[in-house]
């Protein structure tokens, strides 16, 4: 199969859909992969790093995108993006459809194949192609955070992990998911006072479990998170409702009962965020004020750590392009029921339910897809 990689090109994006390793393995299964020229500079790769894993570098993507049997990307594919996707080809990259009816409209009308990479499951409940960069986002939440409690950014002045004679930061976490246990382990690592919150008592058990005394859990009432709240330096933002926006757990009002200068991280806030008060910031302005808090709600922070970013999704995502470059997206979806979940467009139908409800479209279910 040739499998093309074209440079994303969606402001501020400096990942990429292929690494220079996957890119060797997917030659050494006997497949041509093509890279766009540049494609890789962003994330610390660059032509010739491909073209040791035995990729042929291509002058532009309008030329990987008529070539190529499967595009891999990062990003969903913008309008100019659409228009050069055809029928039989396959699209393996995130999509974020429901949110996004001008693309779902272009995907369907190009006849194509997409496969979401938020969509794919596996055998445990969980999304194995977003949980990389909730690990990223997690880990980078209590790191930006620390940040914004310095002074000269407007924060309380306050360091996480304190120093002999001076206690360390308050950090609530609300939410104890994947970002959430992340970010608490980043800021106890830091030395920092954690509570975890979480409305799912088997979520805290493990927690409890696993990690012990480095951090404590809180049920999430709303008594208790207005309490952590209220004594924090830092709170972050980790909630997440599958298919929903993110539920408003602090409102404007508990903002006046906060200390002054103390900082609210929102990572929820691709979800609409978690705080009454967020709205998506980018890393060129990541931070505002209101009433004396401030708020970081960058809406794509592993943006921020593009290689370390790549790198991970890259791991997770090459067993499934490997598969689908291998046996064809119609034998590796017949072999992979998590695979098949990722199916969201099929020439020129819809294949994912919670899509086409959203979007009020017709859908076929992914398995009829297979027989067509
Ligand atoms: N901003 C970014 O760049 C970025 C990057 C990655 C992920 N995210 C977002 O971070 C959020 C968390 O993702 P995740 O992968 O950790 O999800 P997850 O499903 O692993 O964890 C979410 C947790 O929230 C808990 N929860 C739900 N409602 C709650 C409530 N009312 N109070 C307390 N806890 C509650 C759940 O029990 C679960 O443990 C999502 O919105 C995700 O889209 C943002």
């Not at 001076?166 to 509570?195: E, L």
């Not at 709600?297 to 999704?313: D, E, F, H, K, Q």
Request: hydrophobic fraction near 45%.
């Amino acid at each position: 199969m040739k499998i093309g990689c074209p440079k994303e090109i969606k402001p501020q994006e400096f990942r990429v859909g292929v690494t220079p390793n996957a890119a060797r393995e997917a030659v050494a299964h006997g497949h041509t992969v093509l890279i766009e020229t540049g494609a890789g500079v962003g994330a610390g790769f660059d032509d010739d790093a491909y073209r040791a894993a035995g990729a042929e570098i291509i002058a532009t993507a309008p030329e990987i995108f008529a070539d190529a049997d499967m595009i891999v990307k990062v990003k969903e594919p913008q309008a100019v993006e659409c228009k050069m996707l055809r029928e039989g080809q396959i699209l393996f990259t995130y999509l974020h459809l429901a949110a996004d009816p001008e693309q779902t409209r272009d995907l369907l009308a190009s006849g194509c194949t997409a496969i979401a990479y938020e969509t794919v499951t596996d055998a445990h409940g969980g999304l194995p192609l977003l949980a990389p960069m909730s690990e990223v986002a997690g880990k980078l939440a209590p790191q930006v955070g620390a940040w914004t409690l310095q002074k000269p950014n407007g924060g309380r002045g306050v360091l996480m992990g304190g120093v002999p004679g001076v206690g360390p930061a308050r950090v609530a976490v609300i939410g104890g998911g994947v970002v959430g246990t992340h970010a608490a382990r980043v800021a106890a690592g830091m030395g920092a006072d954690v509570t975890v919150l979480d409305r799912s008592l088997s979520r805290l058990r493990y927690l409890d479990d696993v990690f012990g005394d480095q951090f404590k859990t809180s049920y999430a009432s709303a008594g208790n998170t207005a309490e952590l709240v209220a004594d924090a330096d830092l709170v972050i933002g980790a909630v997440l409702i599958p298919g929903a926006a993110a539920p408003k757990l602090v409102s404007r009002a508990q903002l006046s009962i906060m200390k002054p200068g103390a900082a609210l991280v929102d990572v929820a806030i691709d979800q609409g965020g978690c705080f009454e008060t967020s709205h998506a910031t980018t890393h060129e302005d990541p931070i505002f004020e209101v009433d004396g808090i401030l708020h970081y709600c960058v809406a794509n922070m592993p943006g921020a750590v593009a290689r370390t970013s790549t790198i991970a999704l890259g791991n997770a995502t090459m067993p499934f392009m490997l598969a689908l470059a291998d046996k064809g997206w119609r034998q590796a979806c017949e072999d992979d029921p998590h695979l098949l979940d990722g199916i969201n467009v099929h020439a020129g139908k819809l294949t994912y339910y919670a899509v086409g409800k959203a979007l009020g479209i017709n859908v076929i279910s992914p398995t009829l897809a297979l027989k067509e």
